[in-house]
């Protein structure tokens, strides 16, 4: 399904879709568990088009928040002390605080190398004279 297809339908659609969908995944995973899958693509399919409507669905929340959240920004930035979106903090008395660090904040994180460890290798175990057969 295309993120435009989703958007055109309302919340209660989605929904539905949404469970028919994770329960179509849900059947495809406890078949694989037993048997080859028909359609194996179907997996990464299911997948994309659960998060495509997930998206929708954050999307969705964040324009409502927005929208009723644009009538309360404009009474707050009116009020007595209201900074500007860009001002920075101030520390005591009103002075600006500079951008010193604490020792222990100052201080550089170890470095992580990038390489990955070498694995040791399992050691065979020594062959007892009991176990060899002696040759005759």
Do not use: C, N, Y
């Not at 958007?7 to 659609?13: A, C, F, L, T």
């Not at 048997?35 to 997948?47: G, L, S």
């Not at 409502?64 to 920075?88: F, N, R, V």
């Amino acid at each position: 399904m295309k993120f435009s297809e989703i958007r055109g339908k309302d919340v209660k659609e989605l929904r539905l879709d949404l469970a028919d969908l994770r329960k179509e995944l849900f059947q495809l995973k406890f078949k694989g568990g037993a048997e080859a899958v028909a359609k194996p693509h179907r997996f990464r399919e299911i997948k994309k088009t659960i998060a495509r409507i997930e998206t929708s669905f954050a999307e969705r929340a964040r324009s409502e928040q927005a929208a009723g959240a644009g009538t309360e920004a404009g009474s707050k930035a009116t009020g007595a002390g209201a900074k500007p979106a860009g001002a920075k903090a101030t520390g005591a008395a009103g002075a600006k605080t500079t951008g010193a660090k604490t020792p222990e904040a100052a201080a550089p994180a170890p470095a992580k190398s990038a390489a990955p460890k070498p694995k040791k290798k399992a050691e065979k175990p020594a062959a007892s004279k009991a176990q060899t057969k002696p040759k005759s």
